[in-house]
């Protein structure tokens, strides 16, 4: 309880409050203590119903206590509306009424009724010099003298005046506590309607492309890692090159990295470079719809904001995403989208305006105008699919739903990952629909993709097949891998373009020696020493279509693949060398989703803990008192404690010396001495004399 409404706690309640409830708190604030139900009615000038179910609710989350008839509100609570709750002085000892009021205001100069209206709104006091000086009519002269002297202001002290309450709320007609109209529900998000149908089919298309653009670019920092900056975060650069292939904004691309790190997939190496998990692999090869669930689910709670990364001067990974409470705002405005009827679009300006309404300190941010965050969670749901066509989709049910497992009519939505092609004679193959992730692997290997989503295309080229003869593929397995997964033949042109890579590589073979370089065609040795670069590399012919260099064995084939060659890497045993296994970083251990804790559980975990606490407070004293007792008598006890090994030992002895925090007793045993700390004491037993 007293932590309950400590002052940091009551703010983080308030803070939780709609526009409506805020209002009445404030209002009670306003009110002398204690309050009732009627006098806050009363003063905002509404029904009683109206504020029934807002005072229900400070009474229920504690910010209030009592009854509806006898309303206290916590002092914490009541400072942190300030001086002068919704702008009002406090009750006035003698107020005025009505009548004298309104004949004080008329006939007054415009100036002195500016000075008034600037007054009614708050805060109702100003300073003047010498204002407790009395001041008759005839001698007024300035706008405020005219008002001390009709009493429509009131000294305070000797520079304060003030504006009585009973005249701001005369002023402030027809409304009475706030100057802008506050409704009791949110702001109605009433856009045109689409097909739910639709919009679910347009989200799919959506998640699915985030999965392949988070699949590409974890291929990406595989095939070239990727360090971070000093600062931490990726470079700009780096962002942009992802962001020119995904073909996407930079914004986009920052977030796909964000997204991917929240859900474990990357992570920082020990040389502080970005690399894979080995959480990925195992994601890499669920269904869609779990690899999906997953993104979502890192999003949805993640501490960081990602947009922040993905503005200028921003960098994916910075710290510039750091937020505290990212997680509760994201989730305020997902539940205010889900709030609304599948099929309805939503716009900027009409969903700020409703979260504005939960959250109205959100919309008080000078240095954050609510708006940015609104539009960054409106632009990353569509992303992910949460929403599409400006509409909410049916995944959006997914957050919140409390389930780890992906509801069933959710997972349905994704269509059934396919291990079919279509090859065509351009050297492209369609996927018609979403590959499994073994065939998309061995795909990738074969081919480049050159589009995204659902499908994809994909394009066969002599450096794509090379790249699978590196790996250890011969012809004949590429050959019945295509004819596996085709829907037809394999077109001519792949066919004539498998066999000439086929016969290329492995033609020249290299090794180390530094490294060796071994051809059966003479004219491919003759070339590869006319080149210019040969000698930086110190190559030399040692027999017969058999070279030699200084150089490691990559920098030979690099040169050797710019002359328009295909050799391929052997070790020192003369076996051809396969694509070495990709790197990963440590796996990112997942935070878990908060979870609602039910207020019952709670209260009574924190009664048995402070119950557990006077038990052993009760048992300290009860030692302290036998060792008392047994010191005066100098009577024998046993003392259980802990030594200074962290071992539970046993002493028997007359107490000598008792105080300073220690005990210093005489052992029975050898009369010796021995010194306890009081604070290591678990139990004291008397102990008879005899024995």
């Known amino acids: 309880s007293a932590r309950a409404s400590t002052s940091t706690s009551v703010i983080r309640a308030l803070d939780r409050l709609n526009a409506w409830q805020r209002l009445v708190c404030e209002v009670m604030a306003a009110l002398d203590e204690p309050t009732s ?33 006898q309303i206290h509100l916590l002092r914490n609570a009541r400072t942190a509306f300030g001086s002068y709750p919704c702008g009002l002085a406090p009750p006035s000892a003698h107020p005025m009424v009505t009548d004298r009021i309104q004949a004080a205001v008329s006939g007054l100069t415009p100036a002195a009724l500016d000075v008034l209206t600037r007054l009614a709104w708050g805060p109702p006091s100003g300073a003047l010099h010498n204002a407790n000086r009395p001041i008759i009519a005839e001698a007024a002269v300035s706008p405020v003298e005219i008002l001390l002297s009709r009493q429509l202001l009131r000294p305070i002290d000797d520079d304060t ?79 942009a090159t992802l962001a020119r292939k995904l073909s996407a904004e930079v914004c986009y691309a ?24 080995v959480a990925h692999d195992r994601w890499a090869s669920q269904d869609a719809a779990d690899r999906w669930q997953q993104l979502v689910s890192g999003w949805s709670t993640a501490r960081r904001w990602f947009g922040r990364s993905g503005r200028e001067g921003g960098h994916a990974l910075g710290p510039e995403a750091g937020l505290r409470g990212a997680t509760e705002i994201r989730e305020v405005i997902m539940e205010v989208i889900n709030s609304v009827e599948a099929g309805t679009t939503i716009s900027t300006s009409e969903l700020t305006a409703a979260v504005a309404w939960r959250r109205p300190r959100w919309a008080r941010n000078p240095q954050w105008p609510l708006a940015e965050p609104v539009g960054d969670v409106l632009a990353e749901a569509g992303w992910l699919g949460l929403m599409a066509l400006s509409c909410r989709s049916q995944f959006s049910t997914v957050l919140g739903s409390g389930s780890e497992l992906l509801p069933s009519e959710v997972a349905e939505l994704f269509p059934e990952p396919v291990e079919q092609l279509v090859i065509q004679s351009d ?65 001519q042109p792949l066919a004539y373009l498998l066999q000439d890579g086929a016969r290329r590589h492995g033609s020249i073979r290299v090794g180390p020696a530094g490294a060796y370089i071994r051809t059966e065609d003479e004219s491919h040795a003759a070339a590869i020493l006319a080149n210019p670069d040969a000698a930086v590399l110190q190559i030399r012919a040692l027999a017969p279509g058999v070279l030699v260099s200084a150089a490691d064995p990559d920098e030979v084939v690099g040169l050797l693949r710019t002359l328009g060659l295909a050799p391929a890497a052997e070790d020192a045993r003369g076996q051809t060398l396969s694509t070495p296994p990709p790197l990963r970083a440590p796996a990112v251990p997942r935070q878990p ?37 047994a010191f005066q008598a100098a009577q024998p006890v046993s003392i259980a404690f802990v030594d200074s090994k962290g071992a539970r030992s046993l002493r ?40």
């Open 427 to 491: 050297l492209t193959a369609i996927a018609p629909g979403p590959l499994t992730h073994p065939v998309l692997t061995e795909l990738s290997l074969l081919a480049d993709q050159e589009s995204h989503g659902g499908g994809g295309v994909f394009r066969f080229s002599a450096e794509s097949l090379r790249r699978a003869f590196d790996a250890g593929w011969t012809e004949d397995e590429i050959e019945s891998w295509l004819h596996h997964h085709s829907t037809t033949s394999v077109p």
């Open 254 to 277: 920052a977030f796909v990295v964000e997204c991917a790190a929240a859900a474990g997939l990357v992570n920082t190496a020990t040389n502080n470079t970005l690399l894979p998990t």
């Open 593 to 629: 989703a908060p979870t609602a804790v039910d207020p019952g559980e709670a209260a009574a975990t924190i009664i048995a803990t402070e119950r557990e606490y006077q038990r052993l407070a009760d048992a300290t004293d009860q030692s302290l008192e036998a060792l008392k007792n």
């Open 37 to 69: 139900q009627v006098a806050v009615a009363q003063l905002m000038a509404v029904p009683e119903e109206e504020v029934r179910e807002a005072v229900r609710t400070l009474l229920d989350s504690g910010l209030a206590w009592g009854n509806v008839d």
């Open 652 to 691: 028997t002895g007359v107490p000598i010396t008792l105080g300073s925090g220690m005990v210093r007793m005489s052992l029975n045993a050898d009369a010796s001495a021995v010194t306890i700390p009081l604070a290591r004491i678990s139990s004291v037993r008397a102990v008879a004399e005899n024995g």
């Open 161 to 239: 005046v003030i504006l009585p309450r009973e005249v701001a709320l005369q002023l402030r007609q027809p409304a009475t506590v706030s100057r802008e109209w506050v409704p009791r529900e949110p702001p109605a998000i009433t856009g045109r309607s689409r097909s739910a149908g639709l919009v679910d089919k347009a989200a799919v298309g959506a998640a699915l492309a985030l999965l392949d653009d988070v699949e590409l670019m974890i291929t990406r920092l595989v095939d070239s890692p990727h360090r971070l900056l000093r600062s931490g975060g990726l470079a700009a650069k780096e962002v």
